[in-house]
């Protein structure tokens, strides 16, 4: 079985991925005032960092390619969220979303890969992007469970094998995983990633405001409350 694997893709994702570990690095202190634009809080009782993106960058999500929407196509509320299958919080978040959208059958949720945490992560990316291609968003988020199932440091090989266990065919994978618009998809989701200041794994983008890091499943239940309530991700002062 080969594994997806293209050296100038993978130097080319690595030199982003140091541009955006060198910005995560530090948080500017107006990007500090920023995240006090709504009070959300962590399971810990933390605050988490949120601020306003642009309108134009949201709206560039749903234009990439290779992103999927599970949950209801046409729910009241989609949260975007950009994660990497080599971040145990987003291992963490992928369960919560799951059990949020078997409750609530109005939700949205569109998965953004976002492969910035090193070449393993590049590898499952392509394929995952390949999953993403040739399935079902019911079969991509039954992968997307699988590939987190495990323990340990997630590859191209962990994931070509995530893949075969949901019962997607590993020859149309590998082969559409190894194709270089594969590459480019990659890298659009990197760079709009940056361009939203997402300087963690995972982030959500959700009615015009970045959350970045996992707030745990009530602090995101709460979130789509307060937007059904009040048309934003909190309702104090509204």
């Known amino acids: 079985m ?16 140091l541009m955006i570990g060198a ?4 948080v500017s202190p107006a990007r500090a005032q920023e995240g006090a634009l709504h ?14 993106v642009p309108v134009e960058l949201e709206s560039r999500i749903e234009e990439l390619a290779g992103v999927v929407v599970v949950g209801n196509p046409k729910g009241d509320v989609t949260i975007a969220e950009f994660y990497d299958l080599n971040c145990p919080f987003c291992r ?6 799951a059990a949020m ?7 949205r949720v569109v998965l953004v890969p976002f492969p910035v945490l090193g070449v393993a992560s590049i590898q499952a990316a392509r394929v995952e992007l390949a999953v993403i291609k040739l399935a079902t968003p019911a079969q991509v988020m039954a992968f997307h469970r699988k590939v987190y199932a495990g323990r ?20 149309k994978v590998t082969a559409a995983a190894d194709e270089d618009s594969i590459t480019d998809t990659m890298l659009s989701h990197v760079r709009l990633g940056d361009a939203l200041g997402l300087q963690a794994t995972p982030s959500y ?26 048309d934003a991700p909190s309702c104090d002062g509204k």
Do not use: F, M, Q
């Open 101 to 107: 959208i078997e409750a609530d059958r109005e939700l």
């Open 205 to 230: 983008i959700v009615k015009g405001v970045a959350v970045l890091g996992h707030p745990g499943r009530k602090a995101l239940e709460g979130i789509v409350a307060a937007i059904r309530r009040c």
């Open 23 to 26: 910005a995560a690095a530090g």
């Open 2 to 17: 080969t594994i997806p694997y293209r050296p100038a893709a993978v130097a080319g994702l690595l030199a982003l991925v």
């Open 92 to 97: 963490r978040a992928s369960a919560d979303i």
């Open 152 to 171: 340990g440091t997630i590859d191209g090989k962990r994931a070509l094998a995530a893949a075969k266990d949901v019962g997607l065919p590993i020859a």
């Open 39 to 52: 009070p959300i809080k962590g399971e810990d009782g933390k605050p988490v960092l949120n601020y306003k």
